[in-house]
């Protein structure tokens, strides 16, 4: 049986309440919060509940719960508060303190058992979720710790620092042929078909992660076989048409390769996300052999990029309050950012023939 301590300056109410509950419970009784204090202490590891009256002689039910916060009991323990009042104020302040739930005077036998026993086994499965969630944090610290240690065991291997190279030169390599055509184009037509180049080099810690995601081993080889975005480039152009024009340009230069195309700009993702995205194999120039890498090419406009890094931020941002209705503005911006890219578009082409 589980032990119920009753706590109240008037011996009617604790034997009142004692003989409501003692068949389902062991009962432990004190008149005032001293008396309390000390059964606590030699019962802090099985009592179940605490029944406490607020209005008591030489130290009162607040002054409990404030002993009982420093002890750290009310982790352990919940607190019914035995009350004549009905004072909203009184009780808001109680559940600020962290009180479960009150019983109030005069006593109906079947209420005080049910709030008794709901307050115990809702009390019981909120410690057993936060030790669960406990659990799963330490377990995913450990995984994260492992992740980590077999990341950096990744980078100090010689092949692995040999692929990594490899993948640099294959951002250069495409980082100047698309400067050159850039180059081109400011000569030829007097303006630019991008804006900027952003590059990234995937971290051994991400690589680890992926692979271990996937289910794939954790080999030289196998980031060689089955991950396409190690190596990738984020192409910024001014307007829609550069991005289609730009990417066909690249791509018909006779030494690369391309493995896969996705157009997210003319069939969007549900979110509204926009972008033109292409696997390539580049060669890259070594001392004594041409080699070919995988590099992950994405072609934006300068909204769309925008609005992806706010997507960005709501998706792997923790703790943010209305997601849904974040999305949703976010797809409705998505919306007319197509829109206003294509607007901008025609009016250049205006200005384009205007020239004569």
């Known amino acids: 049986m589980q032990r119920i301590l009753i706590v109240d300056d008037v011996e009617l109410n604790r034997e009142l309440l004692c003989n409501i509950l003692k068949d389902d419970y062991i009962i432990e009784m004190a008149e005032n919060g001293e008396q309390a204090l000390e059964k606590l202490q030699e019962y802090q590891y099985d009592t179940s509940a605490i029944l406490l009256d607020l209005q008591m002689p030489k130290m009162d039910g607040f002054a409990v719960i404030a002993e009982m916060k420093k002890n750290g009991w009310m982790q352990r323990i919940p607190i019914l508060i035995i009350s004549s009042e009905h004072a909203v104020a009184v009780e808001n302040k109680c559940f600020e303190l962290g009180v479960s739930d009150f019983i109030h005077k005069p006593f109906e036998s079947s209420i005080v058992k049910n709030r008794v026993k709901n307050t115990m086994e809702l009390f019981a499965c909120k410690n057993q979720l936060e030790q669960k969630v406990e659990e799963q944090e330490e ?26 190279m490899e993948y640099r030169s294959a951002i250069m390599e495409v980082e100047t042929r698309l400067n050159v055509l850039n180059a081109e184009f400011s000569q030829e037509y007097n303006r630019n078909p991008f804006e900027s180049i952003k590059s990234r080099l995937k971290s051994p810690t991400s690589i680890y992660e992926k692979l ?64 033109l995205h292409l696997i390539l194999n580049v060669p890259i120039f070594l001392s004594n052999e041409k080699h070919y890498v995988k590099v992950e090419v994405q072609f934006r406009t300068i909204a769309m990029d925008f609005w992806a890094s706010l997507d960005h931020k709501l998706k792997y941002k923790r703790d943010v309050d209305n997601t849904d209705e974040i999305a949703a503005q976010l797809k409705a911006c998505a919306d007319s950012i197509e829109e206003l890219d294509y607007q901008m578009q025609e009016i250049r082409n205006k200005i384009d023939k205007s020239k004569g």
């Open 139 to 164: 377990t995913l610290k450990k995984q994260y710790r492992i992740i980590q240690m077999q990341a950096e065991k990744l980078r100090e291997a010689r092949p692995f620092n040999r692929l990594m």
């Open 212 to 275: 271990e995601r996937k289910g794939y081993p954790v080999t030289v080889e196998s980031i060689k076989e089955h991950l396409t975005d190690v190596a990738g480039l984020r192409v910024i152009c001014s307007f829609p048409d550069d991005i289609y024009r730009l990417a066909d340009l690249f791509v018909k230069q006779d030494d690369i390769i391309l493995l896969r195309k996705k157009d997210y700009i003319q069939n969007p993702k549900t979110t509204g996300y926009r972008s």
